[in-house]
C-alpha cells in the first residue's frame, strides 16, 4: 500500500517563502511522474508545477520563476520551493504521483498554504 506524505504548509506574509516536501511511503512500487496541484477555496484543482523521472518540468504559467520543483527518484520525494508569495497562491496544495505501471494516479492528502498580511 502505497502513500504520498506531505508537509511544510502554514501562513505566510505576501512576498515570503515556503517550501512543500512529499515522501511515497511504501514498498514495491515505481513511481514515473510527481506534482504538486492547488485548489483555492471555492475553484477546480488546477496543476501546479509535475516532474518526471527523466527531470522534464512543467509549471503553471502563474507561477513561472517564483516556484522550483525538484525531486529524488531514488527516494520518492519531491519538494516544491515557493518564493515570492502571493494571495492569489493561497490554496490546499496536493502532492500526486503517477504508478507505475498502469499510470495509476495517487494524492497525497493536501496541506494549506495561506499566503496573507
Known amino acids: 500500500h502505497v502513500q504520498l506524505v506531505e508537509s511544510g504548509g502554514g501562513v505566510v506574509q505576501p512576498g515570503g517563502s515556503l517550501r512543500l516536501s512529499c515522501a511515497a511511503s511504501g514498498s514495491g512500487f515505481s513511481i514515473t511522474t510527481m506534482g504538486w496541484y492547488r485548489q483555492p477555496l471555492g475553484k477546480e484543482r488546477e496543476l501546479v508545477a509535475t516532474m518526471t523521472g527523466g527531470g522534464s518540468t512543467d509549471y503553471a504559467d502563474s507561477v513561472k520563476g517564483r516556484f522550483t520543483i525538484s525531486a529524488d527518484n531514488a527516494e520518492s520525494a519531491v519538494w516544491l520551493q515557493m518564493n515570492n508569495l502571493e494571495p492569489e497562491d493561497t490554496a490546499v496544495y496536493y502532492c500526486?504521483?503517477?504508478?507505475?505501471?498502469?499510470?495509476?494516479?495517487?494524492w497525497g492528502q493536501g496541506t494549506q498554504v495561506t499566503v496573507s498580511s
Open positions: 500526486h504521483a503517477t504508478l507505475l505501471p498502469e499510470l495509476t494516479p495517487l
